[in-house]
Structures are given as structure tokens and as C-alpha cells.
């Protein structure tokens, strides 16, 4: 079993819909917790980061971890064909180089 | 600001070939990593560097090399190159030397080997 599990996708909805993106863990000693957007043929951007548990929001994203649950999720509000991506969680514990990151999810707005 | 640059940006190999991959940041940041993207399997960490003069595995180092030639470099080399190794390489960059979510990628290699 994947230390991160994340549904590949792909997820397309229709424009201005509101998106949910999830991912599970299973190394309850994960403190940060990172979303982060590649577009095709590019290198990953960070998005959004939570540190430990509860919601972060920036613009039409929120993250969201709940730690008891090992779940994160992303939602995107009001989505628009320039977000369609792959979106990759990662996260690490507190004294690791290391992210471990998700497969990433392919989501796809149409038009 | 270029951010990181990794060259080139393609790449096709003969089995048991040998080929570096270059990469620079001109951020000033203190570490630099060596990922492979491979369908399926998310980002996976080849080598680390925290600060000049030091680097470490990650999760898959067997069949690379990595040297810290600079504070702004740091080469991948493959020395003999295996199918298995057809992947997306990125390099990434981060200010702090220590745990740190905030990494910087460049535009990733594409190398095959046949």
C-alpha cells in the first residue's frame, strides 16, 4: 500500500462547477500537508500548503486536512478551463527532506 | 530570474550509455533535488542536496549519481542507463536547508532508453 493514495482521474466537470480533489495517508507523523499544480509538460507549482490540521483559503481554493481522518481534499470554486491540470498532494513530517507526494489527479474543466 | 533550468530537455539513450543531466536555480536557494515522474507513480526522490557540499539519497538513488558542483548546480549522472530509467526528470529548489514544502521545479528531461 502507497504511503499517499490519490485517484488518478481523470475528473471533468463543466465550468464554473465547484471541484473536490482528496487524498488519504497513512503516516499519521505527516505535519505538512501540500497541494501542488502541474500543466502538461511543465514542473509542479506549489499551490496551497496547511501545516497539521484545519482549512487554509486563498482566492477560489481551500484546503482542507482533517488529521483523524488521514484526509486532505483541495476544493476549487467557480473552476475555469486555465485550472485544468494534474493536481499533486504531498506532504512530509517535521524533521524530513523528504515529501512524499500523490500520483496526482488529471482534472479537466470544459468549456 | 530564470528560476531552475534544467537541460536538455530530451533525451534518447542506448542501454548501458552514460549522460548527465544539468540543472541550475538562480534563486540563491540553499537546497536542491533530483525527482522522477513516472505514470502512476507521483514524484519520486532520487537524490538531495540541503546545502553546498552535501547531498544524500532519497527514495530510489540506485543507477544515479549526483554531484553539488556549486550552490546554483547540481548534475544527475546515469552512468550506465537501463530501460527502467526511462522517465520525466525534475529538479527542484527550495530556500531553506531543512524541511521545506516549498520547492521550486524546473521544466522537467524527458529521457528514453531503448
Known amino acids: 500500500q502507497k504511503e499517499v493514495e490519490q485517484d488518478p482521474g481523470p475528473l471533468s466537470v463543466p465550468e464554473g462547477a465547484i471541484v473536490s480533489l482528496n487524498c488519504t495517508y497513512s503516516?499519521?507523523?505527516?505535519?505538512?500537508f501540500m497541494w501542488y499544480r502541474q500543466y502538461s509538460r511543465k514542473g509542479p507549482e506549489l499551490l496551497m500548503y496547511?501545516?497539521s490540521s484545519g482549512n487554509k483559503e486563498d482566492g477560489r481554493f481551500t484546503a482542507q486536512v482533517d488529521k483523524s481522518s488521514k484526509y486532505i481534499s483541495l476544493f476549487i470554486r467557480d473552476s475555469q478551463p486555465s485550472d485544468s491540470a494534474t493536481y499533486l498532494c504531498?506532504?512530509?513530517?517535521?524533521?524530513?527532506?523528504?515529501?512524499?507526494w500523490g500520483a496526482g489527479t488529471k482534472l479537466i474543466i470544459k468549456p | 530570474n530564470a528560476g531552475v533550468t534544467q537541460t536538455p530537455k530530451f533525451q534518447v539513450l542506448k542501454t548501458g550509455q552514460s549522460m548527465t543531466l544539468q540543472c541550475a536555480q538562480d534563486?540563491?536557494?540553499?537546497?536542491m533535488y533530483w525527482y522522477r515522474q513516472d505514470p502512476g507513480m507521483g514524484l519520486r526522490l532520487i537524490y538531495y542536496?540541503?546545502?553546498?557540499?552535501?547531498?544524500d539519497k532519497g527514495e530510489v538513488p540506485n543507477g544515479y549519481n549526483v554531484s553539488r558542483l556549486n550552490k546554483r548546480e547540481f548534475s544527475l549522472r546515469l552512468e550506465s542507463a537501463a530501460p527502467s530509467q526511462t522517465s520525466v526528470y525534475f529538479c527542484?529548489?527550495?530556500?531553506?536547508?531543512?524541511?521545506?514544502?516549498?520547492?521550486?521545479f524546473g521544466p522537467g528531461t524527458r529521457l528514453t532508453v531503448t
Open positions: 527542484a529548489s527550495s530556500l531553506l536547508t531543512g524541511p521545506s514544502y516549498e520547492q521550486y
Open positions: 534563486m540563491n536557494h540553499n537546497s
Open positions: 542536496s540541503a546545502s553546498e557540499g552535501t547531498t
Open positions: 503516516n499519521s507523523a505527516f505535519q505538512y
Open positions: 496547511t501545516y
Open positions: 504531498a506532504m512530509s513530517g517535521d524533521s524530513n527532506y523528504q515529501l512524499i
